[in-house]
Structure formats: structure tokens, C-alpha cells
């Protein structure tokens, strides 16, 4: 049998369930907003750029690998910022003929100069919705909890998603290093969507083995397993 062609690939209609936003910018564009916004980036290059995010085969751990989302984070802490992103998010998918796309992100990520929860979820959709009108690629958010940030504040992330049911949430995520960071402690927050009829998926196993993956179904009740290797 051939090998399947890139074409061949791209030709075909596609559903993304697991895009994270943070991990899907364009680095000419990051450059853009960075100068901006007098926001530092390790080069000016966005070839190099492109280069330095793509950690790849190089990293030694998870958290090696999280470490690059804090480059682009930090640049997606306006909501101009953040409407264009996930513009240029449906564009680029767009071309790879995806016609239903799940983005997910951390609203509280991008509070870091003062924007509202809200804003942070209004100012995506805003982009995903000019998206889909020019492209026909349809889209919902989830909304991620961080496993290394307080469960209370992951609570907070889950009334969030509850209050955005309906409005282009479509359900919950626990992502993050996994390692003295079990997904127990935000249980709470699950009880929550649970009891809200909103899905859950949980970012487990990635980096900790079955019992994580065991911990993210039996105790908190995910209807989704995020990598699960």
C-alpha cells in the first residue's frame, strides 16, 4: 500500500478536539504584538522563533515542554491580542479543511494585566465567530483549569464555563504538569460542571502513568481523556 499523501490529508474534512490556542500562533504575529505591546521575546526572527517554540524531540520533560507556552502567553494578555489569535486560528485550520474545531485555553492565563475572566472568554469567541463567518469552520471553547494552580481558582474557571454554557463553552479541562499536581485536588470543580451537564476532559497520563488517567475518570468523573499515554 502507497503512503498516504499531505494532500490527500489536508483534502479530507476534519474535526480538531484538541487545539490549545496558546500553542497555535503565528510568530510573524506574535512579533507584531510583542513590539506593541513592549513585550520581550528571545528573537525578533520569526523563523527563529518559529524554530524556538518547536521544542520537539529536545525537551527532557512535560514541564520543559510547558515551559515555551509561557512565551506566547505572553503576549495574549490583551483582547485585541486574543480576538486575533483565534481569528488566525480558524484561518489557518480553514486551509486544512477542519470544519469543527475545539479550542481550548486558560482565561485565567491571560489575567496577568488586569483583563477580566470574561473578557478573556468574550474576546476569543469574538475572534472565533469573524472566523466562522468568513471561513464556515464552527468552533467551541473549553476551558482549562491548571492541575499547578489553586483549586480554587479552578472553581472559578468551572463557574465561568457554567455561565458561558450555551454561549460557546462546550465543556472543561485540567491541563498542566501532572506530577505533585493530582487532578483530586480540583475535584470541586468537576462536581461543578457535572452538575451543570458539562463535559469534562482531563489532561492525563501524559506524563504519570494509569494511575493518573485512573484518578481523572473515577474521581472526577472525566468524560474525556486528554493524550492518555
Known sequence: MSPVSYDLLTSLPKVELHCHLDGCLRPESMLEIAEKNNVGLPTNDPKELDSYLRIGKKRGTLEDYLDRFEITLSVMQTPDALKRFAYELIEDVARENVRYIEVRYSPFLHTKKGMALETAVDSVLKGLKKGEKKFGVKSGIIVCGIRSISPRISLKLADLAVRYKNRGVVGFDLAGAEE???????????????????????????????????????QCGANRIGHGT
Open 180 to 218: 505533585n499536581f493530582p487532578a483530586k485536588e480540583h475535584r470541586e470543580a468537576f462536581y461543578l460542571i457535572r452538575n451543570n451537564n458539562i463535559n469534562a476532559t482531563i489532561h492525563a497520563g501524559e506524563a504519570y502513568g494509569p494511575s493518573s488517567i485512573h484518578q481523572a475518570i473515577h
